[in-house]
């Protein structure tokens, strides 16, 4: 049985890809397109991945040891859904996930009734290319289907940090963001070979960016979200270098998504956003290659061989200097000039695209630096929190502002002043209210409160801006996706500041019948004791939290000791309150007598995934609701 699959699994993988390089031969004849055998070929593609994963799912759910990739990410005694996300736990079966959103999209595109057929047809070709180099790479240096060469009775096991419930969504969503900015780059290669940048080509691309865009946010916010209650540093965002990695094509796709809106109402801009379409993929391989290679320590990372990060290095440089050799030859036919003014809403766009890409190099900057002189000085280099606070800070506060005054500016041109009297009583209104802010919490750090000041202003004009009184009817603007987003970004920067401003944390060496104290709260340590769990053994703690003399909750933080591989973990407890989460965590005891307790104060988090949620709703919004035009002049 088992070697049945391993040799239709391989069969399939090798119908996808010489089905993808069949495809690609388009690119050599562009005026001999075949529509019927590009969406053919597209079908098999889809269809053969998709049974190859299935079949991958099917051993991981089996147990079937003989296959080398379910010993090492597998157990027979783990729970059913951590079966199913030591799938694509691992790098073989990532890569597979990769391959499948690949050809989901190639596919899904190939579909569509487009009137310009060349440029589709190329679209799915350029896919296709792709869709053969990561095919080639699996099948030679990366199979997830490489049998066993000892029959082992049970398998290794999934790491149990990654045994987690959102594990099981959190690298598919990530990974429909990532996967999703190359059908984009195919748009742009495609584009360039048909020198056709222009409105129409805008209004095509504009969708599958926002999708992208809003997956690739998803995927890095579910990732945060994770970190935040399992690794138990009470945190959400640790400047870790694989999460820069997310990090640093999402900032690039956020200034492309503002050039398609830009390139599809004024029909300028078309080298901006050529540029960023490649840069936002390339930077999605590059986050790829630090996984893969092993440079990085990371709990993110896979252990693989040189050889897979090589060929990642290698077809990532092909991709770049292929992409920009192709623009340099076509810029000058495509590019048309901007002729708008100075004070127009094109021009603040740019503005926060060049500062977009300001942070996207402090990031750059600050993960690739010390890899650098690791690998060439052999001097180890650690670039903390407060660099990127340092240095982002001030971005951030200028990004902020052109928020606000951007979207309300005219294509054309605009008269500042009248944007500011039309803004006034929403300008002294949070003025205001940020001084009162500031004496009540003794907030008097210039740039917190500037960011609070200027993030309260966002949320309010971008949220009287999506909607426009008509008679007895309220009429839906066409930019109400852009609003949400945007209050939802002023949102998520006011959580961010109160956050970081008022968090409270504090460890104790505990024993049973201690009480602790932390902001007022009583957290009284009644019991600990030991307890069975489906494939490990933990010791629990439970500890009420008190107010006032009144219980208000229960904590039940753990430790957890796991014998297939064996690890131990401590599991988080946290109570969440609506504007703050209280959070406790259990380190392994030292002794017979006391365990070390820690406890925090993470204020606003609520409101912190709230505005991430919005700026979600906002890009998905934008990509699939058709709402009437009412273009502002």
Known sequence: MSTTIYYISNILII?????????????????????????????????????????????????????????????????????????????????????????????????????????????????????FGFTLFILFLSNPFKLSENNYADGIGLNPILQDPLLAIHPPV??????????????AIAGLICKEIDKTWASIIKPWVFIAWSFLTAGIALGSFWAYYELGWGGYWFWDPVENASLMPWLAATALIHCVVVLEKKNTMQSWTIVLAIMTFSLSLIGTFLVRSGILNSVHTFASDPGRGLFILIF???????????????????????????????????????????????????????????????????????????????LIIIFIFFMIFSPRLGWKESKLINLIMSMRFILISVLSLSFIISLYFDL?????????????????????????????????????????????????????????????????DAKVGDSLELSGYIFNFKKIEQVEG??????????????????????????RFY???????????????????????????????????????????????????????????????????????
Not at 337 to 364: C, E, H, K
Not at 484 to 491: D, M, N, T
Request: net charge positive; proline share 3%; charged share 10%.
């Open 534 to 559: 489906a494939n490990f053994n933990s010791l629990k703690a439970y500890i009420d939290l008190e107010k006032e003399e009144k219980i208000l909750d229960e904590f039940t933080p753990e430790i």
């Open 174 to 187: 990530l990974y429909l963001g990532y996967v999703g900015f190359s059908l984009v780059f195919s748009f």
């Open 15 to 131: 119908i996808c890809l010489a089905s993808s390089l069949l495809q690609t031969r388009y690119l050599f004849n562009i005026n001999k397109f075949n529509n019927l055998s590009v969406s053919f070929l597209a079908t098999i593609q889809l269809f053969s991945i998709l049974i190859a994963f299935g079949l991958l799912i099917y051993l991981f759910l089996i147990s079937d040891f003989s296959f080398e990739l379910v010993y090492l990410n597998s157990h027979s005694e783990k729970p059913l859904i951590y079966k199913l996300s030591g799938v694509w736990g691992n790098h073989e079966g990532s890569m597979l996930l990769w391959i499948l959103i690949l050809v989901l999209f190639n596919f899904f595109f190939s579909l569509f009734s487009l009137k310009r057929k060349i440029f589709q047809n190329l679209t799915v070709s350029v896919q296709s290319l792709m869709i």
């Open 444 to 508: 008097f750090n210039l740039s917190e409160i500037t960011i609070i000041f200027l993030s309260l202003i966002l949320v309010f004009t971008s949220l009287k801006s999506g909607f426009r009184p008509s008679g007895k009817n309220t009429i839906i603007k066409s930019n109400l996706g852009q609003n949400i987003a945007h209050a939802g970004f002023g949102i998520f920067m006011i959580a961010v500041v109160s956050n970081a401003v008022y968090s409270k944390e504090k460890i104790y």
């Open 316 to 394: 990532l440089f092909t991709i770049l200097f292929g992409s920009f050799f192709l623009f340099a030859i076509q810029s000058e036919k495509i590019n048309k000039p901007d002729l708008s003014s100075l004070v127009s809403r094109s021009t603040g766009i740019q503005i926060n695209n060049w500062l977009l890409m300001t942070i996207l190099s402090v990031v750059f900057i600050g993960t690739m630096y010390p890899l650098a002189t690791d690998l060439f000085l052999n001097q180890s280099l650690t670039v903390g929190p407060q660099y990127y606070a340092i240095t982002i800070t001030p």
């Open 563 to 633: 014998s297939d591989p064996p690890t131990i973990t401590s599991e988080t407890s946290i109570i969440h309150k609506f504007f703050s989460d209280i959070y406790v965590v259990m380190n392994v005891p030292q002794n017979q007598q006391s365990v070390s307790v820690r406890l925090h104060i993470k204020p606003f988090m609520n409101i912190l995934w709230f505005g991430v949620t919005m700026i979600i709703l906002g890009g998905l919004i934008t990509a699939f609701l058709k709402r009437t035009r009412i273009d502002e002049v």
